[in-house]
């Protein structure tokens, strides 16, 4: 760690603030950075991160991280940084983009000599605060080599999943899976709450049979159960906007996915009843209301 002296951080939302905030008192590093929203640098800088602009941040940072809502955004800012940073340097995607952008950006700055990676984040924003994420990570092994030293201070899981894209490849199919899985979820319990079952003692069951998972154990049982869907966790419209990123991507390579595309539809009514900012398992509540 001693060829880093000053990393930059873009995108101070919900797992951007903690995992900014775990990367400065962690690394024991000067962290510049930056948000539209100045509360949580207002909250960061107790901790030593110091507010900059974008062009302050790549003068200065010789790893900058993005932690931005969807690929648009960190399309957005990756154009602005493209001119400003410079050989040797290192962008980091902490977000959930497509794959083609991702390799897309990639190559840009490739072109420029800037090195590149894409690594998504999993997991739940406790885990963000606890510093537990799981991290899946697109990179030439010497760009992993240089950038999990910092990733590990926000993260007990880090993957090299292989070249650029691969880490947008992982969390993308992650997700996809874990999205139709507690759509399944939701379809048990309504089928079994119009049974007469009841739903806890069901899904207690569950957990010993093998429908057991971590969905189960942590959606299906915290949330979709008692009904709990907060606000400021991951939404409804976040989740679609990351299934729509697998969708596209079996469009691109010519499969069809129908289990992905009803969990897509069970999202598209729960934002259209007025639901999207809620915990996205608020799928459940739109699963009962589909009886015949």
């Not at 775990?22 to 690394?27: D, F, G, K, L």
């Not at 969708?247 to 934002?271: H, K, V």
């Amino acid at each position: 760690m001693a060829d880093i002296g000053t990393i930059g951080f873009i995108g101070l939302g919900v797992m951007g603030e903690p995992m900014c905030r775990n990367m400065a008192v962690r690394s024991g590093l000067r962290l510049l950075a930056s948000d539209l929203d100045a509360a949580p640098l207002e909250r960061l800088a107790s901790h030593g991160v110091v507010r900059a602009d974008l062009p302050c941040i790549a003068e200065q940072a010789e790893i900058v991280f993005l932690s931005l809502p969807s690929g648009k955004e960190v399309e957005s800012v990756a154009r602005q940084l493209l001119p400003l940073m410079r050989k040797g340097q290192t962008l980091v995607d902490l977000s959930t983009s497509p794959v083609a952008l991702t390799q897309a950006l990639a190559n840009d700055f490739a072109q420029r000599g800037i090195d590149y990676a894409d690594a998504p984040v999993a997991r739940t924003r406790q885990a963000a605060e606890q510093g537990t994420l799981a991290i899946m990570v697109g990179a030439a092994k010497p760009v992993f080599d240089r950038i999990e030293p910092l990733l590990v201070h926000c993260a007990s899981d880090i993957s090299h999943c292989g070249g650029v894209g691969a880490g947008q490849m992982a969390k993308i199919l992650n997700n996809m899976v874990l999205f139709q899985t507690v759509a399944a979820l939701g379809e048990a319990l309504a089928l079994a709450q119009s049974a007469g079952i009841d739903g806890k003692a069901m899904f207690e069951t569950l957990t010993t049979g093998s429908a057991d998972s971590f969905a189960l154990r942590s959606h299906g049982i915290k949330a979709v159960l008692p009904g709990i869907f907060p606000e400021r966790a991951f939404s409804a419209r976040y989740a679609l906007k990351d299934l729509s990123y697998a969708l596209d991507l079996a469009r691109e390579n010519g499969l069809r996915l129908p289990g992905a595309e009803t969990a897509e539809r069970y999202l598209q009514a729960a934002i259209a009843a007025g639901d999207g900012d809620a915990y996205w398992p608020v799928i459940s509540r739109h699963i009962e209301k589909a009886k015949t």
